[in-house]
């Protein structure tokens, strides 16, 4: 190790290279040019004495010792900037950087919850990032972020999974559906309608498929779509039902766009978590948004948007 001569210029650049997979996207976030960016990585392998990158055709990856890198450059520069933010929070003012992966279907809600906390701490400087769940859990395995916010937190992982947010599930169709006036519907009669359904791997689509086992039903997809927004539309086109978050479908009910079908076992009942690896501390900036979101839950806050809650307009039963 003595042969090892670091800078945290270098650690930055090879952090940044190494989360973006991208030369030039990282040199454009550190505000440098990309010669730049390849000599001070080329001084940072010859330090270590072993090759981190390699190009296969025109794919772009790390090696082994590239891996212990990165696992090395996120915990070095976690702890700097959790000492940055403490030593910061010595003022009573709360600042900084709030860094967060978010599965896509929280875009409904989180941007306010977001939104009245940075009222509060107009100091702070969120960065989220929404994408897939199973890039979520990536981001959280290679702790890229102060925390993930998803619905179930992955069961072979090590982590603290804080629930905080209601999350109901309904079922949902176009207005004109045959099925919208008609209440209690059996499982194994809305299981033959044609289904929209989200990949394999979303938390929408896995808590549908546990709803399925748990009724000993099976459906053939009509379609598989890759968003939310797109099975909305889909369904709002007359296409076929599906199931989604009550959160995500407030414009479509309000006007009147779609409804929700009245099935037996319905609204599946799940809450969104806060997650972080086990053993992490988290930055005085990410303990106080948990926190925040944690106090809304315990005050009942299910929805930062009217009508979070299936409310007695869009109900079914009314």
Request: some cysteine; glycine content about 6%.
């Amino acid at each position: 190790m003595a042969r090892m001569h670091l800078t945290l210029q270098q650690l930055r650049l090879f952090e940044a290279v190494s989360r973006h997979r991208h030369f030039t996207r990282a040199a454009e976030e550190l505000h440098l040019t990309q010669p730049a960016v390849s000599i001070q990585l080329r001084r940072l392998e010859e330090n270590v004495g072993a090759k981190l990158f390699e190009h296969i055709g025109k794919r772009f990856f790390l090696t082994p010792a590239g891996h212990e890198m990165q696992a090395a450059c996120n915990d070095i520069l976690g702890r700097l900037q959790v000492l940055e933010q403490s030593l910061d929070s010595l003022d009573d003012t709360l600042k900084g950087p709030l860094r967060l992966s978010v599965v896509t279907s929280t875009k409904y809600f989180l941007p306010h919850l977001l939104g009245s906390f940075i009222v509060d701490h107009p100091a702070v400087l969120p960065r989220l990032i929404v994408t897939n769940r199973e890039r979520v859990i990536e981001r959280l395995v290679e702790n890229l972020d102060d925390f993930v916010i998803m619905g179930q937190a992955p069961d072979d992982l090590a982590v603290e999974a804080h629930p905080f947010y209601e999350n109901l599930i309904v079922v949902a169709a176009h207005t004109q559906h045959p099925l919208s006036a008609v209440r209690s519907i059996p499982p194994l009669q809305i299981a033959r309608e044609r289904w929209l359904v989200r990949e394999a791997g979303s938390g929408t689509r896995s808590a549908f498929d546990r709803y399925l086992i748990e009724n000993d039903l099976a459906i053939t997809p009509y379609m598989e779509l890759g968003s939310t927004e797109a099975i909305k539309q889909g369904v709002m086109a007359g296409l076929g039902v599906s199931v989604l978050p009550i959160s995500s479908m407030q414009l479509e009910l309000t006007n009147g766009c779609l409804a929700v079908l009245d099935v037996q076992g319905f609204p599946l009942c799940r809450r969104w978590n806060a997650v972080w690896l086990k053993g992490k501390t988290l930055s005085p900036v990410a303990r106080a948004f948990v926190d925040f979101l944690l106090a809304g839950a315990s005050s009942d806050r299910t929805s930062p948007l009217a009508g979070g809650r299936l409310s007695a307009s869009n109900a079914p039963g009314n």
